[in-house]
């Protein structure tokens, strides 16, 4: 089963492979099972996947359909359980995964005083940083809209807005812009840059990587390991 290990925040110069790192996983392996027995077969995603990330740098987690990318981040935030290896963290997560995990009575509003809530932020600095997201990606509008009644791409904000909330020291993003449009999709690499300047660290997960020259750095996920591409 994996260890989780979390350290107090260090302070730390930004910039790839400066200081301290912010989360290292290493040797992590998972399979799932299928089938019922007699037939049942295993397949392992995961073969011993180390990953280190540092403080002040973007990096691009990519894979082929099935490669085990998704299950590798979920790991990492918490979210699944791996069979063997460990992760060690420090600072705060934040979390986007690939469908939104809302609710769907609930409104814009409702759920960044919910996660708010969660994250143990006073109600002000909620509101001051839930005003900024909306400004940011655009959706003040649709502050008082359910869940249930967003388009794919406004729902596709609102789940990125509840990642960046508590300003976590590391965002991890499972394919974050899908549904954004043109003008969306640059704002979105416009907050990870300010993200990056802050010091602050971004994993992104994507099927495929383009526009390269935003990453420090892309690893890739191939046979069970997570290698430099």
């Known amino acids: 089963m994996t260890t989780l ?17 912010v989360l290292t996983a290493s040797g992590i392996t998972k399979s799932y099972g299928r089938g019922v027995w007699p037939l049942r077969r295993t397949r392992q995603v995961l073969a011993g996947a180390d990953l280190t990330l540092y403080p002040g740098e973007v990096v691009g987690l990519t894979g082929e359909n099935g490669s085990g990318k998704s ?3 979920k790991i990492l935030v918490g979210a699944l359980g791996a069979d063997a290896g460990t992760v060690t963290r420090t600072g705060g997560l934040g979390y986007c995964p690939q469908t939104p995990l809302v609710y769907a009575r609930l409104t814009c509003d409702e759920h960044f005083e919910l996660f708010g809530h969660a994250h143990g932020m ?3 600095s909620m509101q001051r940083s ?22 794919g791409g406004t729902l596709a904000k609102l789940n990125l807005g509840l ?41 992104i997960v994507s099927h495929f990587v383009v526009d390269e020259n935003r990453f420090d750095r892309i690893v890739a996920v191939r046979d069970g390991k997570a290698v430099p591409r």
Do not use: C, H, N
């Open 5 to 21: 290990l979390t350290t107090p925040a260090a302070t730390t110069s930004t910039g790839s492979d400066s200081g301290t790192p």
């Open 71 to 73: 299950t590798l981040m």
């Open 122 to 124: 006073t109600r002000e």
């Open 130 to 151: 839930r005003q900024a997201i909306y400004e940011e990606l655009g959706f003040a509008r649709y502050a008082r809209t359910r869940a249930d009644q967003l388009s």
């Open 163 to 203: 990642a960046l909330l508590a300003d976590p020291d590391v965002l991890l993003l499972d394919e974050p812009y899908a549904g954004f449009d043109w003008d969306t999709y640059l704002k979105f690499w416009d907050l990870v840059a300010q993200r990056r300047t802050a010091g602050r660290t971004v994993l």
